[in-house]
C-alpha cells in the first residue's frame, strides 16, 4: 500500500499520512485503542484523545509492515513511552537492547547520540530518528578535536566518555560510560588517574566516589544543570515527608540534598521499591508522567524542567520518519569501527 500511494510523492506529512492510510478518528477507533488509552488515562485527558489515537494506530501498523521497533529512552512522552514503543529505558539498557534488535529497521525516540548509538551497534541496519533537532547540550560541548588535545596534554591517561557524546567524540576515547555505570567504569581502569568527559557535574559525583584522580571537562546538561540545592530545600519545607531522588547529572550539591541518585533507570527502580507516599525526581519532567502509571499511589511534586531535545519527538514526526524513511543515521565507517570498541567496551565491563 505504501509504495503505491508514495510514488508521486518524496516527502507525505503525518495528516496526508492517515489520509493515504485511511485512518480518522471515529467511537470503533477509541474501542480499537481503549487498551493503549487505558495505560496512560491517569495522565493524558480523554478529550485530547481523538488527536492521539489515528497517530498510534497508524505507527503500529506501519511498524509491523517495516518490519520496525522503537526504541525509546525514559524522557519521552507518556503517549510515545507507553503506546507505540517496543524498548524502553536508560541509555545503558537501550545500548544493549540497540545491539540485540531482530528488525530491518530501528526508529530512535530520543535524542540523536542515542540513534547513533544505535547505528554503531547495527551499521547494516536502517537507523531513523524523527527529528534533527533532537540534540543533547552535552554532546554539543565537545568535538573529536578537543579530545585529541586533552590527550596530548594529558598523555596516557585513559579517556573515559559518557554517552552523550558523537561518535567522533566516542572514536578517540578508550571506553564509554552511562550514568549507571560511570564510576564502576572508572574504578575498573588499572590508571591512577583517568580523563572523564564531557559532563563536568557527573565527573563531580563519580570523584566523589572514588579514589582516582579525575581529570574533567567543562561540559553541563541544561536541563539538570537548573536545579538548585536551594530549590529543593524549599521543597522539602513545602512538602513535608517528600522523598528527593536526582540525577546524577545535577551538580553535586543538589546530589548531596537527594535520599538517592542514579541513572533514569535506577530513579524508576527506587520509585518503584520503595513506594514513597510523595516523591521529587530531580530530572526532565516526562519521567515522573511514565512511571506514575504504574505508579498509582505515589504521590508525584514536579518541577518541571523539560528537555528541548527530547521533546522534539512527537506522534506526527514518528509516523512521518517511518513512512518516508527519514531522517536516516548515517555514522562514518572508520569512526564507527573505533566508536564501537569504547561502546563494546563498556558493554562488556
Ligand atoms: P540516563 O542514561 O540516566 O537515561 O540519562 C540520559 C540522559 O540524557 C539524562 O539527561
Ligand atoms: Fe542531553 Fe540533558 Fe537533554 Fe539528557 S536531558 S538529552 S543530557 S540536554
Request: glycine fraction near 2%; aromatic fraction near 6%.
Amino acid at each position: 500500500m505504501k509504495e503505491q500511494n508514495t510514488k508521486n510523492k518524496d516527502f507525505l506529512s503525518g495528516p496526508e499520512i492517515l489520509k493515504e492510510m485511511n485512518i480518522s478518528w471515529s467511537e470503533k477507533l477509541f474501542k480499537e485503542t481503549k487498551d493503549q488509552y487505558n495505560k496512560v488515562s491517569r495522565i493524558i485527558p480523554e478529550i485530547e484523545w481523538p488527536f492521539f489515537a489515528p497517530y498510534i494506530k497508524a505507527i503500529n501498523i506501519l511498524k509491523k509492515d517495516m518490519n520496525a521497533v522503537i526504541l525509546a529512552h525514559n524522557y519521552q512522552t507518556p503517549e510515545i513511552f507507553h503506546c507505540i514503543s517496543d524498548i524502553r529505558g536508560d541509555s545503558l539498557q537501550l545500548a544493549k537492547e540497540a545491539g540485540n534488535v531482530d528488525a530491518d529497521i530501528i526508529l530512535q525516540c530520543g535524542v540523536h547520540f542515542m540513534a547513533e548509538t544505535s547505528k554503531l551497534l547495527n551499521m547494516d541496519k536502517t537507523v531513523l530518528i524523527p527529528s534533527m533537532d533532537a540534540g543533547c547540550s552535552l554532546a554539543e560541548s565537545i568535538t573529536g578535536a578537543d579530545v585529541r588535545k586533552i590527550k596530548e596534554e594529558n598523555p596516557n591517561i585513559p579517556v573515559v566518555t559518557y554517552v552523550n557524546t558523537s561518535a567522533e567524540v566516542k572514536a578517540e576515547s578508550d571506553v564509554c560510560c552511562t550514568s549507571s555505570n560511570a564510576l564502576n567504569i572508572v574504578n575498573s581502569l588499572e590508571s591512577d588517574e583517568v580523563i572523564f568527559l564531557p559532563d563536568e557535574y557527573l565527573a563531580l559525583n563519580v570523584a566523589k566516589e572514588t579514589k582516582k584522580k579525575i581529570i574533567m571537562w567543562k561540559g553541563r546538561c541544561e536541563v539538570h544543570e537548573e536545579f538548585t540545592p536551594e530549590e529543593i530545600i524549599e521543597f522539602r519545607e513545602n512538602e513535608p515527608g517528600v522523598k528527593v531522588i536526582a540525577h546524577p547529572e545535577c551538580s553535586p550539591e543538589v546530589v548531596a540534598q537527594s535520599d538517592f541518585s542514579g541513572s533514569t533507570s535506577a530513579m524508576i527502580n527506587w520509585v518503584k521499591d520503595n513506594q514513597p507516599n510523595k516523591v521529587l525526581m530531580v530530572t526532565e519532567c516526562s519521567m515522573s508522567d511514565n512511571i506514575s502509571v504504574e505508579n498509582p499511589n505515589v504521590d508525584f511534586v514536579r518541577p518541571c524542567n523539560l528537555c528541548p531535545h527530547m521533546k522534539t519527538i512527537n506522534l506526527e514526526n514518528i509516523l512521518e520518519s517511518l513512512w518516508n524513511k527519514k531522517i536516516e543515521v548515517q555514522v562514518n565507517p572508520e569512526v564507527a569501527i573505533k566508536a564501537k570498541q569504547a561502546i563494546v567496551k563498556m558493554i562488556e565491563l
